[in-house]
T-cell receptor
């Protein structure tokens, strides 16, 4: 069974640009979660999608947004990139339990 | 948000030794999860605990869900070089939310 997949692996952008990150959950999982892991700051919850709806949102500005598609894959968009947005962005998926399975992450670098 | 205190923050151990790490909180959690993360990669789920008092093993790993539901521990027995990495605890609360510890960096000395 394939795990959570994310693309791209690495992404380099400049300040003010937009970034789009993609995630495919484990087959059968309906919930997708996005986290930011900046150096030294641990995992910070960004967004939770389930059945195509945004269910919860972490303490991040509105320029962080996303969506979940009918096939349960998800996209995270970050507008007006700032230097401090440089981080590893992790996607996780789950079925009905609390147990979340993570993807390999997308390393976003903002220059 | 919920706070998890993970200790110790880092540890250097000799190959073959056992290692223990704790995660505590003042809050109650429904589920405790332990993950391992290698540099630049995503966390990998090691053990999931769903009931207070539950003791679960996965190979050389053993973890327990504290009776008070406010803590958990993870033991690694007979450590090997590939055990090196950052170990995170996570507690599930509310509606599919996870709180994470800051991680414990384990270094295994051959």
């Amino acid at each position: 069974e394939a795990g959570v997949t994310q693309s791209p692996t690495h992404l380099i952008k400049t300040r003010g640009q937009q970034a789009t990150l993609r995630c495919s959950p484990i087959s059968g999982h309906t919930s997708v979660y996005w986290y930011q892991q900046a150096l030294g700051l641990g995992l910070q919850f960004l967004l939770w999608y389930d059945e195509g709806e945004e269910r919860n949102r972490g303490n991040f500005p509105p320029r962080f947004s996303g969506r979940q598609f009918p096939n349960y894959s998800s996209e995270l968009n970050v507008n007006a990139l700032e230097l401090e947005d440089s981080a590893l962005y992790l996607c996780a998926s789950s079925l009905v339990t609390d147990t979340q399975y993570f993807g390999p992450g997308t390393r976003l670098t903002v220059l | 948000g919920q706070q998890l205190n993970q200790s110790p923050q880092s540890m250097f151990i000799q190959e073959g030794e056992d290692v223990s790490m704790n995660c505590t909180s003042s809050s109650i959690f429904n589920t405790w999860l332990w993950y391992k993360q290698d540099p630049g990669e995503g966390p990998v789920l090691l053990i999931a605990l769903y009931k207070a008092g539950e003791l679960t093993s996965n190979g050389r790993l053993t973890a327990q869900f504290g009776i008070t539901r406010k803590d958990s521990f993870l033991n690694i027995s007979a450590s090997i070089p590939s055990d090196v990495g950052i170990y995170f605890c996570a507690g599930a609360y509310g509606n599919n939310r996870l709180a994470f510890g800051k991680g414990n960096q384990v270094v295994v000395i051959p």
